[in-house]
């Protein structure tokens, strides 16, 4: 089961995305136990096609619990580097169909590319909840009672974090060579990098290319 939205991100300045999630039962408590289903994030253009998306297990809490540790696990927290993404995707081995997904294990998460997704572009963003089967060969937390699970799922605050903070930046030339009484020669040249931007602009806009310019 999941829940989605349309949006238009571009997450190249920041490094990591971040979330708090919290699973609980909703039916007998003591028939859902640690790492029986998992909660996903899945990011990229389109949600079949050309997305990345990480997926970690979900470590179950009590019922009338007052401790915040105990409601928002750490176990639970997501803390994706962003940077992982782009590496599962740019160490794809060729012979792997872009129709098919790669995915690779993080710590105790799963991440995942299909297709062509890019982070510069995020245009749909899904949060899910999966309760793996027992015989899949991806189910990687094992063992699995192979149930059906009934649980109540939360998530919170769902954040960019650690923007790229290097500085950018730029110069201007110009030049005049007078030939004599034979010509005049005007010259001017101008430079922006990546990260440029004014003092006072946000993070999302700062340039994200390199400008150059030249006039004779």
């Known amino acids: 089961r999941a829940a989605y939205r349309t949006v238009n991100f571009d997450l190249r300045q920041y490094k990591r995305l971040r979330m708090f999630a919290h699973a609980e039962a909703l039916g007998i408590e003591s ?88 982070i510069a572009n995020v245009t749909v963003l899904m949060i899910g909840v999966r309760n793996p089967l027992k015989t899949d060969p991806d189910n990687i937390w094992q063992p699995d009672a192979g149930d059906a699970e009934c649980v109540n799922v939360w998530v919170n605050e769902l954040r960019l974090t650690d923007f790229v903070s290097d500085g950018g930046d730029a110069a201007i030339g110009q030049m005049q060579v007078q030939l004599a009484d034979f010509a005049n020669v005007s010259a001017s040249g101008n430079y922006s990098g990546i990260n440029w931007g004014s003092v006072d602009s946000r993070v999302q806009d700062r340039q994200r290319n390199q400008k150059v310019g030249f006039d004779m």
């Open 31 to 118: 028939e859902l136990k640690d790492k029986d289903l998992t909660v996903f994030i899945r990011l990229g253009s389109d949600f079949n096609e050309n997305y990345y998306e990480y997926e970690l297990p979900m470590k179950a809490t009590n019922w009338y619990n007052s401790d915040e540790e105990a409601i928002w696990p750490e176990e639970n927290n997501f803390d994706i580097k962003l940077k992982d993404l782009q590496n599962l995707k740019a160490n794809r081995p060729p012979t792997t169909p872009m129709t098919s997904e790669y995915t690779s294990r993080v710590g105790e998460a799963k991440i995942t590319v299909k297709g062509n997704p890019n």
